[in-house]
């Protein structure tokens, strides 16, 4: 067998890995009866079919695929793209919103002392353990015609008199960011605690300017953080649909929304089985490829 | 370290332990009866009331949809669950499914008490498997004093040259489309693909009018409408008389051309584990004071005809929680689609895209 | 960290930020005091809203299970997905290895909550048939919740481990440290503040998550998020504003408290010096 150095120590690649094996287990194993295998039986029954009276009729076919590329009753139209491409849209730009509200943020916690940093980190915590819900009904009241915010926008005459700053778009990003920025500051603060500024002074000894030296000095050194801040932001984002309904006055679906639907409402296992397969496997995929290029290149 | 991790892997056993235990004492006690049932939806009162009265002890489980919550009956069973609360159009489907039992009447003598239009409805015609817990009815809340609730129309939020404010329409997909079909002229129950599709032009025609606000559950729709975002909403009549009771200048109307009632039932669960605390609860349910209690505190009107003659008079003449018999003539009960589910959904998912 | 001179608009932006954070927060304290039930207008000052909560029970016992289940979930999860997280970084796997574990991790993260629920009480359905320890209860449901938060705790911790690489650990094997030894002094202290942020990453998963709860719950172990959501038809009480104003203000109290003692004991270490 031939051996290598790992760690500094002189062993095998199979050693190497049978402890890999011992750290990984209980994890691995935990994954896969209670997460690999049932999205297994969901694949299963994303090719059955709705029996009547909502039950599942095992007859497979490609119906279901059919139905999600936008063969429909009503002819084909492509409003499962539009749904796709909507939910793609606030996702995105509500991830560019939490990084940059979370960036800032997070050199800033780390700028203090160190016992006021652990407080200022814990303090973005604390609101998420208030129901998403309740705080999101409360940016509702917060948002409504008598409450200062719309005031302000009146003085600055971006709205009109009696109007109110929801629901739209804007009461949307609002919400979105206030519960996504947790997730967005978490793993940034996590890289910026640890980061080395000696890099930062070489570059500023080598005359770079402020901006070569925040990008190859810092931002290389966080791009790990960034990518696992990116991830925890856009995909919940993709998949939540609460918020957009209270605060965007629910005139417009998204990809959560039809996913519900299909085991709410239409109570149709199937066919919300089948986005869900999809938008899992495509998701995962994207997920992969942008982890191996966004993390590993970088460091 | 070591001891930590000693420490957290006793502290998880143990709780994993006590965890199975309640278990295990949950299936095996007759004394105690399960309701699967909406939060605030039951006087917390009564449920030390129901304990003192019958002995059993009250034990809820929540849900927010019933949907979702026939959802988990077909996946988890129904062996857990003594009564179940789920309103008219999901009854049929629940039989079908195998999810609820019929009901032995002679074990609920205060089955006398359920007022006759609740006799042989049309969502349990064999009058065996439902027991009537609350009902209510689905309108028009506005702000304007100068339209007579007796002739208010859906052309009200429909028609663009007569909105006279921002309005939203409500956000349940089956009942929305039944409205608009009415609105039309047609069955709230048709499930004709044209007409469907003609429900749908006509809710996308409202959604361009620049007044339209949005989609909203029937709470939502009060607050709008409480804090003059909206000028008129479709709410239930429990929600309309919360708002009309804050602020007397709202009103309330079942539109001309139909709308739809409902009725939240008792159901008895297919594999109670107590049958005979299901049958108490039920009989509880619709004892005379108990009824006029529960429909004080929901706010919604009682189908029992023995709690009418208790409860104050301002609370039975009320036009909004008991409607005309004129009104109720306009009104039908939703059936479940049957096979055009599917048709409903994809007219739904329409009606939110575009 | 020293301390550095920051650019005045990451002070700005930091500040927007925590006010977006906290004003929805400000807002449910001063509902909780609302005599107004519905709550659009003020309507006067009450402790009405607080008193009720005594009288409660369902509101006070899905408290106790939310906080249970929080709290054991979270603690299996930051176990099991910090010694992944370890496990993946240090092995060196073949690449469809690799490839396995990276996708295994991520499918939580992608899926959305219904269909992770859907998935799950279908199992579940299967297993019951050899075990009765799968009926729905509080077993079941952390189960879901800890499948859920492993992958998110995983996700942070390899981000940091990722940035620390594998030069320092070979560092301090020249300076004849044995391997355990390195791990345990070296990485693990520098991956505390990743642990500390997996394992509050998935605390407040598992406090707001009401699909998963929703579809593994018995009616033994309903928990707070369930009595919520199971409200909306009827309009949220002023009484889960007036119990999450509680909440809100103890976890600050207890945060003060321990900045306090923070800043005396740092004191203390300076006066030494």
């Known amino acids: 067998m031939q051996t290598e150095v790992f760690e500094g120590k002189l062993t095998t690649r199979a050693r190497m890995r049978k402890f890999g094996v011992l750290l990984t287990g209980p994890g691995m194993l935990w994954l896969i009866v209670f997460l690999l295998l049932p999205t297994a039986f969901l694949m299963v029954l994303a090719f059955a079919q709705r029996g009547s009276y909502g039950s599942i009729n095992w007859d497979f076919s490609i119906e279901n695929l059919r139905r999600l590329v936008g063969f429909s009753s009503f002819g084909w139209s492509p409003d499962n793209l539009l749904i796709l491409w909507r939910s793609l849209k606030i996702a995105v730009i509500t991830t560019v919103l939490c990084i940059a509200f979370g960036l800032p943020m997070a050199f800033w916690i780390a700028n203090h002392g160190k016992t006021m940093r652990a407080f200022l980190f814990a303090l973005i915590m604390v609101p998420s353990c208030t129901n998403l819900v309740i705080r999101t009904s409360a940016w509702m009241t917060l948002l409504g015609p008598d409450m200062f915010p719309a005031e302000i926008a009146r003085f600055f005459g971006i709205i009109a008199e009696g109007e109110s700053l929801y629901p739209g778009s804007f009461a949307v990003y609002i919400g979105m960011v206030s519960s996504m920025l947790p997730f967005a500051v978490l793993p940034l603060y996590t890289s910026v605690e640890r980061l080395d500024w000696g890099v930062v002074e070489a570059s500023r000894d080598l005359y770079a300017g402020p901006l070569r030296t925040f990008y190859h000095g810092i931002l290389s050194q966080m791009m790990p953080g960034i990518v696992a801040s990116v991830i925890l932001t856009l995909v919940p984002s993709l998949g939540m649909y609460v918020i957009s309904d209270l605060l965007g006055g629910g005139k417009y679906m998204l990809i959560g929304n039809l996913i519900q639907q299909q085991f709410g409402a239409a109570m149709d296992w199937p066919f919300g089985a089948m986005l869900g397969s999809v938008l899992i496997i495509c998701s995962v995929i994207s997920l992969v490829i942008f982890q191996r290029v966004g993390g590993k290149n970088f460091v | 370290m070591k001891k930590v991790l000693l420490f957290i892997s006793l502290l998880l056993a143990a709780s994993l332990f006590v965890g199975c235990n309640e278990e295990k004492k949950s299936s095996a006690h007759p004394d105690k009866v399960t309701v699967m049932i909406y939060s605030e939806y039951i006087d917390p009162a009564m449920l030390t009331d129901f304990q003192m009265k019958t002995g059993y002890k009250l034990q809820l489980e929540l849900y927010e949809a019933q949907e979702e919550m026939i959802g988990k009956l077909q996946a988890s069973g129904t062996s857990q669950y003594d009564v179940i609360i789920a309103s008219d159009v999901v009854i049929q489907q629940m039989i079908h499914l195998g999810l609820i039992q019929p009901i032995d009447t002679n074990k609920v003598p205060n089955r006398i008490n359920i007022a006759d239009q609740f006799k042989n409805p049309s969502y349990d015609p064999t009058n065996s498997y439902s027991i009537p817990y609350l009902w209510g009815t689905t309108g028009i809340l506005y702000r304007d004093a100068s339209v007579d609730p007796m002739k208010v129309s859906y052309n009200m939020l429909f028609d663009s040259k007569q909105t006279k404010g921002n309005f939203s329409l409500l956000e349940e997909s089956r009942s929305m489309l039944s409205m608009a079909m009415q609105a039309k002229g047609f069955d709230a129950n048709s499930t004709k693909q044209e007409e469907l599709n003609q429900a749908v032009e006509h809710i996308l025609k409202a959604k361009k009018d620049p007044h339209f606000l949005g989609f909203d559950g029937s709470v939502g729709g009060k607050d709008k409408v409480l804090s003059k975002m909206d000028w008129a909403a479709i709410v239930f009549n429990g929600e309309a008389m919360a708002a009309i009771e804050e602020d007397s200048s709202l009103q309330f109307a079942i539109p001309t051309e139909g709308s739809f009632m409902w009725v939240d039932a008792m159901l008895l669960s297919s594999k109670a584990p107590n049958k005979e605390g299901a049958y108490a609860f039920m009989n509880y349910i619709l004892d005379a004071k108990i009824g006029a209690q529960l429909a004080k505190f929901i706010n919604y009107a009682t189908p029992n005809k023995a709690s009418l003659e208790v409860i104050d008079e301002e609370f039975k003449n009320n036009r909004v929680i008991n409607p005309s018999k004129e009104e109720i003539d306009r009104m039908v009960f939703l059936k479940d689609p049957g096979d055009a589910a599917r048709l409903f959904d994809e007219a739904w998912t329409i009606v939110k895209t575009r | ?273």
Do not use: C
């Not at chain 3, 729905?136 to 499948?147: F, Q, R, Y």
């Open chain 3, 1 to 273: 960290m020293s301390k550095k001179k920051l650019p005045f608009i990451t002070v700005i932006l930091s500040i927007i930020g925590f006010i977006l954070l906290y004003l929805p927060m400000f807002l449910v304290v001063e509902q909780s005091f609302n005599a107004s039930k519905h709550g659009q207008s003020w309507g006067g000052f009450t402790l009405d809203w607080y008193t009720g909560l005594a009288d409660n029970a369902m509101v006070q016992t899905t408290t106790v299970n939310t906080l249970i289940l929080a709290v054991v979930s979270t603690i299996i999860a930051t176990v099991l997905g910090t010694l992944l997280a370890i496990g993946i970084h240090r092995t060196p796997w073949g690449k469809k290895m690799q490839y396995f574990y990276d996708m295994s991790i991520n499918v939580p993260v992608v899926t959305p909550d219904i269909l992770m629920a859907i998935a799950l009480v279908s199992v579940f359905a299967l297993f019951r048939s050899w075990t009765s320890l799968f009926d729905p209860g509080m077993l079941t449901m952390v189960i879901a919740h800890v499948t859920l938060e492993t992958s998110f705790v995983v996700l942070v911790v390899q981000s940091r481990l990722v940035s620390i690489g594998k030069d320092q650990i070979e560092a301090a094997r020249d300076l004849y440290a044995s391997t355990a030894g390195a791990w345990f002094r070296v990485i693990i202290p520098q991956l505390s503040t990743a642990i500390i942020s997996g394992a509050l990453l998935a605390f407040t998963l598992s406090l707001d998550d009401f699909i998963l709860s929703f579809f593994t719950s018995g009616p033994e172990s309903q928990t707070l998020p369930l009595y919520i959501y199971g409200s909306l038809k009827r309009g949220i009480s002023p009484q889960i504003h007036a119990l999450s104003s509680i909440i809100f203000g103890l976890t600050l109290f207890v945060m003060v408290l321990m900045v306090f003692r923070g800043i005396r004991k740092e004191r203390k270490l300076a006066r030494k010096l």
